[in-house]
Each structure stands twice: as structure tokens, then as C-alpha cells.
């Protein structure tokens, strides 16, 4: 076990995966503590340096007297980073960790590369919601209030399907000091990041439980309309935790948009052509680019040049739209001009993009009323085919 002393308080982390990868910090929600972070951990170890610790007055962390602010919060975290000599790095947080994150960008916005925001928004909950709360714990501790938040961060099939570990896991909750969980609703009641949300220019990841009823997917959701260019993406079959509920899901995520993300930064500097090829790779995937680049002959080669600087190097590099409404744009367009195979492609890339099903369907009709009903029938029939491909499996190429 590591500590460390942060603003004159004992902060218990934990460093793991690979030494020399992308360094990435993991930050905590309310009542819990570094372990929720350890299945994610593993899945991307071989490729991140990884940074978890507990926040003040949770798991091992020194417990100070409440209330807490986001700025004290804020404070902790990149006292930590400086302590642990992080000098940069890319960012997840969940819920009030997710807060945090938000926080530090905004105090440290050149500091970071890449944001994941996991079930958080820059505002939650009301104050009267979050003064219930810490009456609630300083009348009769966490225990008092466990179930019920614990109804909140798990789906109704993992609370049936995996009892032990649900015990587990509340039993972490109900350890957690009240000093340590009421001081943090105080910085959750008075936290308010909605101006800042919108300063955000580090390339953010936006996810969320289908299910979450503690921070619900449409006040997410919201959040990441936010951010500039943030992607939003709903982990199906997942509570306010689905780095415990599907930790392989999550991590693929983080690890798709850490990928996508070295392209963007690296966009600045790159060429059009370099950038283009990584956002390529982010949107449409990256066996399809390593096929489509490997039939490039003498005759086409002059051609793919210009389409990834111009398509993708520059037109779907600005982050003006986010990546979901270039897709919607782009399918709907495809789908005017009755460009099947490309409406399939395109289709399958809202994997990436965040576009949904009920996305594409909207935009269908669009092209209904602006380019007539049978380009658009038929461009359905196509998005149908594709989709449940996609949900049977088949387009997970
Ligand atoms: O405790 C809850 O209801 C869920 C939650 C809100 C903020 C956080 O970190 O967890």
C-alpha cells in the first residue's frame, strides 16, 4: 500500500500497468474508493501507467472535517499528480470524480490530453436533495442511507445475479466515514460546472449506465452537449457503476478514445494527412482503414491521399460538430444520394461515433421530406440490415 501526504492529508493510491504508456488518473464517486477501478485496471495495464487513490475521507485517505469544496477536491487531485511528479496525463472520473476531472481542466487546462466523464454531469442533484443526504448520514452514518444508493449504482440483474458481490460492495459504502461522505456532498451540493463544461478543449469521452438512476443518461447526456466535440456513449446493462458492472466494455472504451485522442492531439502538429488517418481509424475503425489502405494500387493512390486529408484531416478533424452529428449528417447525405455501401459503412461507424439507432432513424426522415420517400425506404432497408448485423455481432469487424 502507498501514501502519500497532500495538503497536509494522508492519500492512499496505487500505481500499476505499464511504465512508459499513456498515464492515466482514475478518480473515484461518492462512498467509494480506488478498488472500483481494479477490473478496468488490469484490462488496461499492458497498455497505460495507471494512477488510482482514494479521495479525502474515503477508503484510506485521511478523513478531514466536512464540509469539502470541489476547489479542496481539485486541490487533492493535482497535489497528487504533482506529489507523484505526473506532469500530464489523460483523466476518468466517475460521478464526483468525474466532477473533479471537470475541475482540474478547468484549473490546469493545458495539463491534460484526454477527459473520460463517467456518469457525471457538471451539475447533480439540487441542494435540498444533497442536505437530506447529509442529515441523513450524520443522524445515522452511511450505513443508514447503503441501500439505497446502492439500489442506484447497480442494474436490477447484477443485484440478482451477483448477491456476494453486491455485499461487497455496499459493505465498502457503509465503511466509509461520515465526516468523509457528508463533507463530500457538501462539495456536490455546491458544485456547479456548467460555464466551465463549456471551456473544455481536451478531447472528452462522455459514457453512462443505461440504467443509472443516480446521475440518469438524459442529464449526462445533456453535460456532453456541453463540451465541444465531447462523444456520449450509453454502456448498455449498466447502474451508476459500470466500471464494476462491465469493466471490459469500459476499458475498451477508454482504451478506443485514448487512440483517438493521441490522433487529435497530435493533430495540431500532424500533418492533414496524419491527422485524417487517425480519425479515419477512430471513426470507421481500424481494420477497416488497414484493408482499405492495403488495396491501395498507383492508380487510386493520388485519390485516398486527397479523401483523408480532406475528408477526414479536415472536415471531420474540426471539432465544431461533435463526431454524432457528422455521422447523422453523413448517413443522411448517403443515404439522399443512394450511396448504399456507404450508408453501410457509415451505419456500422455510429459503433464510434455515438450516433444512434434512433438517430439514423431521424435522420432517414429527413431524407424522406428533403430528398424523397423512396431514397429514403430504401436507405431504412439498409440501416435495418446493418444494425441488427451489428447487434448480432456480425459488423463487430
Ligand atoms: O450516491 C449517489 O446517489 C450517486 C452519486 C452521486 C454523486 C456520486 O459520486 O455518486
Not at 500497468?17 to 488496461?44: K, Q
Amino acid at each position: 500500500m502507498s501514501f502519500v501526504t497532500v495538503n497536509g492529508n494522508a492519500v492512499h493510491y496505487r500505481r500499476s500497468g505499464t511504465p512508459g504508456g499513456r498515464r492515466v488518473l482514475f478518480l473515484n464517486s461518492l462512498g467509494s474508493d480506488l478498488r472500483i477501478w481494479e477490473a478496468v485496471a488490469v484490462e488496461l495495464g499492458s497498455r497505460c501507467e495507471i494512477l488510482t487513490y482514494d479521495m479525502r475521507g474515503h477508503g484510506l485517505t485521511q478523513v478531514s472535517p466536512a464540509p469539502y469544496t470541489l476547489d479542496l477536491l481539485v486541490d487533492d487531485a493535482l497535489g497528487l499528480l504533482d506529489a507523484l511528479g505526473w506532469p500530464a496525463g489523460t483523466l476518468v472520473g466517475l460521478s464526483v470524480g468525474g466532477l473533479v476531472a471537470q475541475g482540474m481542466v478547468a484549473r490546469d487546462p493545458g495539463r491534460f490530453d484526454a477527459l473520460v466523464l463517467m456518469d457525471t454531469a457538471a451539475k447533480i442533484g439540487t441542494a435540498e436533495s444533497w442536505n437530506e443526504r447529509i442529515a441523513a448520514v450524520e443522524a445515522g452514518g452511511v450505513a443508514s442511507v447503503a441501500d439505497a444508493v446502492v439500489s442506484r449504482w447497480f442494474s436490477p440483474a447484477f443485484a440478482k445475479e451477483q448477491p456476494a458481490s453486491l455485499f461487497g460492495w455496499r459493505t465498502m459504502l457503509a465503511q466509509t466515514s461520515t465526516a468523509g461522505y457528508a463533507g463530500t456532498c457538501a462539495a456536490l451540493r455546491d458544485a456547479d460546472l456548467t460555464k466551465a463544461a463549456g471551456a473544455i478543449s481536451v478531447p472528452t469521452l462522455v459514457l453512462v449506465g443505461d440504467g443509472d438512476l443516480a446521475t440518469p443518461p438524459d442529464l449526462v447526456e445533456a453535460t456532453a452537449r456541453l463540451i465541444p466535440g465531447a462523444r456520449f456513449e450509453r454502456v448498455a446493462g449498466a447502474g451508476h457503476l459500470p466500471c464494476l458492472e462491465r469493466p471490459a466494455e469500459i476499458a475498451g472504451a477508454i482504451a478506443q478514445h485514448l487512440e483517438a485522442s493521441s490522433a487529435a492531439t497530435a493533430g495540431e502538429g500532424a500533418s492533414a494527412f496524419d491527422r485524417g488517418m487517425a480519425v479515419r481509424r477512430a471513426v470507421l475503425g481500424g481494420e477497416h482503414v488497414e484493408r482499405a489502405t492495403s488495396a491501395i494500387t498507383g492508380f487510386d493512390a493520388a485519390f485516398q491521399r486527397l479523401i483523408t486529408e480532406s475528408a477526414w484531416g479536415t472536415v471531420w478533424s474540426s471539432p465544431r460538430l461533435t463526431r454524432r452529428e457528422r455521422s447523422i449528417v453523413t448517413i443522411a447525405l448517403l443515404a439522399a444520394l443512394g450511396q448504399d455501401d456507404e450508408v453501410a459503412m457509415h451505419v456500422r461507424a455510429t459503433r464510434n461515433t455515438g450516433a444512434t439507432a434512433d438517430d439514423i432513424a431521424e435522420a432517414l426522415m429527413h431524407v424522406a421530406i428533403y430528398a424523397g420517400v423512396p431514397a429514403a425506404n430504401h436507405a431504412i432497408k439498409i440501416a435495418k440490415t446493418t444494425l441488427s448485423g451489428m447487434t448480432s455481432g456480425e459488423a463487430a469487424r
